[in-house]
């Protein structure tokens, strides 16, 4: 397959891509989020986490938390629940601060000579491993193709690749067998499955894939409504998992995550979690159902929101309506033509879709 390759200047990403580059936004703000620039009273669709409330067991292990800290954490019993729920060893667990944390660690870990971050996707590998002094190639997954990874278009020599499952913004789910032909001799594969709990049954999960150099990423707060509470994990090859280990500062998670973390992987989380993720799905049709009768192009997705075209002129005719969605921008691969659409209620479904039915004049 043919492969176009761009020489980045000099603190820009390289593109490595099976078609020519799509350009990026000029000095596009990595460290943007969704909610960065919300006001009061606009209708939030921005933010990928749960809607849903806390239950209570996972209330109930909050306050356990804030009484069991006037000592330092302790995160024994966390790595314990965890490996029990990967069914993998202690020495293949790292409980981390947020898998934010874990793309820190990560890029401190070894000398990456060649790391690939595969995009579009929210840039905390190209911000960790920039900190860090390395260049990462960008491989771009494209709209045409639907967004399906193209393991043929990771450079051979890349040492580190990085890569999403389901993909944020698209919601793309990819294989678990076409991730595992990325792994080989030399090289580290990590797949962020931030949003894996939201697809029921996990069948394309990689948690419990014991294969040299594959390590997974995991957030515990999506589902669960805690982002403020920074809980996460990295499974995998031990060897790669010790690399990170040795990166992480001593208590950099504190102990209302660690006991977030405990209850997270526990019996009764794993019961609930089915349904969570099953009332994510039929919010979604009714979301994704509604977005193409309108006639709009819309992304077939397995995460808690949804990539849609609206058109470069939606933006501020959205807000001026009182409702905010992520647009795309910041996105290496994406233009301000796609909206990324979190799924919430019905009735927030409903307002959004009379709001774009009634501007069918500027879509």
Known sequence: MHRADAIAAPGRPKTHTAAPPVPEPAAAPLRHHGD???????????VDVSYLPRPEWLDRALHDG??????YPEARAAHVAAARRYGRDESEILITAGAAEAFFLLARARPWRHPVVV????????IALSAAGHNATHVLCRAE???A?????VPEDADLVVVDNPNNPTGRL?????LRTLCRPGRVVVVDETFMDFVPGEPQTLTSHWLPGLVVVRSLTKLWSIPGIRAGLVVGDPAVVADFRAQQPPWSVNTLALHAVVTTTG???????EGRAALCVRQRRTLVDGLSELGLTVVESNAP????????????????AGVAVRWTDTFPGLDDSWARIAVREPAATRRLLTTLGLAATWI
């Open 305 to 320: 929101f949804v990539l849609t075209r609206l058109g470069s002129g939606a933006r501020a005719r959205l807000r001026e």
């Open 267 to 273: 019996p009764q989380a794993e019961a609930d979690a």
């Open 66 to 71: 804030i009484a069991n800290s006037d000592t």
């Open 36 to 46: 960065s620039k919300l006001s009061a009273g606009l209708l939030d669709l921005t």
């Open 145 to 147: 193709d639907h967004f």
């Open 174 to 178: 990819h294989a678990a067998a076409t």
């Open 149 to 153: 990874l193209d393991p043929d278009a």
């Open 119 to 126: 995009h579009p996707r929210f840039a905390e590998p190209d």
